[in-house]
């Protein structure tokens, strides 16, 4: 056996495959649960919804299934190519987060743990400035995402394999204290024609504290800004995960 290094196209189709299979029955359901709490029964029937970095469509295909309309957003191709297949109904659209621009379209849109590999808070705010832009008036925006003062950074440092059938994953975790990111430096090996094939990656996170996330929603216009501690308050302890979940709204032009 020979190790094979990919080409960058071929280590995000590879990176897509294993993204679609992570996601487990209960953890969508999870994260289907915290959405009912805090997004869907405040929205109309019906409504049209946004799922930014929707990655392989698997909540889309959930919300598909409600009878709502769905749209999704994510930058990699070979996610959304896994968001066809699992949502063949909703529309999908090859876009960064920091950059997309979309009419005043949906009622609501919501943000599943993608925020933190947002690194500044300008980076963050013109997110935040998109989605403002995206929504109807009185829209609802929510996210969930990991902060300071419930997870530090400290926490997320060590050293953590993955083993699977069809790959073994190897991530080490250091911290950059000054700028509160997380650097997770990867190794993926695939199996495939009987040769490993290793994919080198580095993904970095931020940890950005409650108020610098309130103060960039409240700048670009989002009004009704709430917070919620998403392991004490949003899910059965036997499921507790930490973060914080956002919830705000563009208000009503009077």
Not at 90 to 112: K, N, W, Y
């Amino acid at each position: 056996m020979s190790f094979v290094s990919p080409t960058p196209a071929d280590f995000y189709n590879v990176f897509a495959a294993i993204q679609n299979q992570r996601k487990s029955p209960e953890d969508i359901q999870l994260t289907m649960k915290f959405l009912e709490q805090l997004f869907l029964q405040y929205l109309p029937e019906k409504a049209h919804i946004l799922d930014l970095c929707c990655g392989t469509g698997c909540f889309l295909k959930e919300l598909e299934n409600k009878g709502y309309k769905t749209t999704g957003i994510d930058v990699i191709e070979a996610l959304l190519n896994y968001a066809r297949e699992n949502a063949p109904n909703s529309q999908l659209i090859l876009e960064d987060a920091r950059s997309f621009e979309l009419p005043p379209t949906f009622d609501g849109v919501f943000s599943q743990m993608s925020l933190n590999q947002i690194l500044t808070v300008k980076e963050l705010t013109s997110v935040f400035h998109n989605v403002y832009n995206a929504l109807l008036e009185n829209g609802l925006f929510v996210f969930n995402v990991f902060v300071e003062e419930s997870y530090p950074y400290e926490k997320r440092i060590g050293e953590h394999t993955e083993i699977k059938d069809e790959y073994v994953r190897a991530t080490i975790a250091s911290t950059h204290p000054e700028e509160r990111v997380v650097e997770y430096r990867t190794s993926l090996f695939r199996l495939i024609d009987g040769e490993w094939q290793r994919s080198n990656y580095i993904i970095c996170n931020k940890h950005f504290t409650i108020a610098e996330i309130q103060s960039a929603l409240k700048n670009v216009g989002f009004t009704e800004i709430s917070y919620y501690d998403y392991e004490k308050e949003l899910t059965p302890s036997k499921e507790r995960q930490p973060g914080v979940a956002f919830s705000c709204r563009k208000p009503l032009i009077r």
